[in-house]
């Protein structure tokens, strides 16, 4: 049955999102603003009917920044961005370029000031929007970027890339750590979403001036540490006893 739910679920999750961007394109075309209503909007579409269609409740934890911050967050699955931007005043992605032709998700990400990058140009590409933000040719906001570089499935081990410390260094500002859970309930593969309670958690932030080599060491220490803990809370063992 839960399987039905989640086949359900996923079904209609896409039907709206076709349904709600292009109900708000006259306004997202004119609005950056409008654009960030509508992603706003639909996030909370997918909160709501996931609650009621397969059990899972969104909870958003920790001091939640909203002046000009870096976040580098862990991720999981589609979940977390959702929970993340809606946390979020005026949040923007690091994405690969990819996502700009997804119908629908790549008008928004334009509309909003998200960061493509290609492939093996990513150092260049944070320059230019370090220069682009520092001269005023962007907006500033809360800048989220995935230290590992994509999604990571529960229990899962890849490095952190060095281009999130190298952007820490280049912003000069804090860096607030985003650890969760949601993979745990809606995995990166896969259709079935098990009930629960998906965590995204913002935690203390790291000051700037850090070597890079320190900052690494504090981020990793902190996202996957709490994320550990909060798999755990939902009868997941990271270390593969689950």
Known sequence: MQYLRSVLFIAQMYAMMLVIGLAYVPYAVFSREGARACCKAYSRWVFWTMRWMVG????VRGDVPSGEVLIAAKHQSFLDIMMIFTALPSAKFIMKREILWTPIIGFYAKRLDCVAVDRGKRGAAIRKMVEDVAEGRANAGQLIIYSQGTRVAPGDKKPYKVGT????????????????????????????????????????????????????????????GRSDALMRQEGFDPDGIH
């Open 56 to 59: 899972i409740r969104a909870e």
């Open 165 to 224: 410390a190298v952007l820490y260094e280049q912003f000069a500002h804090a860096c607030v750590p985003v650890a969760t859970n949601v993979g745990v309930l809606w995995p990166k593969h896969g259709i079935l979403r098990k009930p629960g309670t998906a965590v995204v958690e913002f935690l203390a932030p790291i000051p700037p001036g850090l070597t890079r080599e320190v900052f690494l060491s504090e981020l990793e220490a902190k996202v996957e």
